[in-house]
């Protein structure tokens, strides 16, 4: 087959299974769509799976929010600094933004692409409140000298764990480490709910008052006040958001949840078969695994240096586009975007590494979806696409 009559493989397309459909099907066949009991199983599971008490867990409707109503929760003083990667989704500093905070950017390392603790320490200042580090493609973050800067200075942690469900650092959990833990369930996500979040904390108070925080600031939600045991007044003592799941969500996720670790598995194989395949070849491919940590395998990231390997990541992204592959770009580094430079007067020079990254990587399809011949077809589009192969 041409190129042109291949179909075109969708990056971070999610495996949806006939469990998911059958249980969206039921949610709708009951009636209740809104925050309701699926949502407290899928609450309970995903505390489970991190062995927490479904107390210290609340289901949102995005990972942005969970960031947004865990850095409020926490008290954090108006105006102050939280440190973060500018190798993140911008929604990381929105949600900084959004809280009435300032970010402050801290470099990453070269070779995990996961912020420096030696950058947060440096960037620190009378100011700063919090840090916010993002287990970036699902590699954890050095979390011991994170954690060891924070408890110095006395500072919150959250951690951005988007990419992070299955990440584990010296045989705990991400997300368990700090304050918060924010967890993405969108499309492209390791598993998902179509769009949705999860917040886990480390004091059930906080986990309350994100709860509350995320439905209007109301003291109790629908499913309380509509159920069977009879009409319950609400009180609103905050001012909140609209931020809760839906059942509908929690469907999906209930499923894809439960095969977490099968589509883990996969997304390894699949990975492992990247490694191998470019191993020789002029492009820069991810760091080994450190020891005593698990990877999550949420994106494969290659860097495409013009110098190096011939050919610029623009063209790459072009060539894997015509061979009919999509990818990603995960992250040009947020300081080359407008809106930052202009409030912040943020330069992309200022974060070296996180520059030279962002302009050349290039993330490559690693869903558990794809069959052997789509990877097969992934590589040799790969190979093709870089002329010094
Ligand atoms: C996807 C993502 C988010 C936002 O998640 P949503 O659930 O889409 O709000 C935040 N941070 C990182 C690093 C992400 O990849």
Redesign the pocket.
């Known amino acids: 087959m041409s190129p042109s009559e291949q179909s075109f493989l969708i990056f971070g397309s999610p495996l949806i299974e006939q469990a998911e459909i059958d249980e969206v099907l039921a949610c709708m066949e009951s009636s209740w769509l809104g925050t309701g009991p699926r949502v407290a199983k899928f609450e309970s599971d995903f505390a489970a799976y991190n062995a927490l008490p479904a107390t210290r867990v609340a289901a949102l409707n995005?990972?942005?929010?969970a960031?947004h109503v865990s850095m409020v929760a926490a008290g954090l003083e108006a105006g102050s600094e939280v440190i973060t990667t500018p190798l993140?989704?911008c929604?990381?500093a929105n949600a900084i933004i959004h809280a009435g905070l300032t970010p402050v950017l801290a470099d990453v390392d070269a070779s995990t692409q996961c912020i420096d603790p030696a950058a947060i320490e440096a960037a620190i200042t009378p100011r700063t409140s919090a840090i916010l580090p993002?287990h970036f493609a699902g590699r954890p973050c050095d979390m011991d000298a994170i954690m060891a800067i924070a408890n110095k200075h006395g500072l919150a942690v959250i951690e951005?764990c988007?990419?992070a469900i299955e990440t584990e650092y010296h045989g705990r959990k991400a997300g368990t480490f700090g304050d918060f833990g924010c967890f993405?369930?969108?499309a492209t996500?390791n598993i998902t709910t179509g769009?949705?979040?999860m917040i886990v904390g480390r004091d059930e108070a906080l986990i309350a008052r994100a709860r509350v925080l995320a439905l209007h600031g109301m003291s109790k939600d629908a499913w309380h006040r509509f159920g069977d045991k009879g009409y319950k007044h609400y009180q609103v003592v905050e001012c909140g958001f609209k931020y809760n799941m839906m059942d509908l969500q929690a469907a999906i996720g209930i499923h894809q949840l439960a095969r977490v670790e099968s589509s883990w598995q996969r997304r390894e194989a699949i990975w492992r078969r990247y490694m191998d395949a470019f191993a020789g070849l002029p492009i820069g491919l991810p760091a080994p695994v450190e020891a005593d940590a698990r990877h999550a395998y949420h994106l494969f990231t290659l860097l495409i240096e013009e110098g190096r390997c011939g050919i610029s990541r623009d063209a790459f992204l072009e060539a894997m586009n015509a061979s009919r592959i999509g990818n990603g770009v995960?992250y040009l580094s947020l300081a080359e975007h407008p809106y930052y430079q202009q409030r912040f007067g943020w330069r992309p020079e200022q974060w070296p590494q996180a520059m030279r990254i962002g302009r050349a990587t290039v993330s490559l399809p690693l869903s558990p979806k794809l069959s052997d011949a789509d990877v097969g077809r992934v590589i040799s589009a790969t190979r093709h696409a870089l002329p010094r192969s």
């Open positions: 995005s990972c942005t929010a960031l993140t989704f929604a990381t993002v951005d988007a990419h993405s369930f969108y996500k769009e949705g979040g995960h």
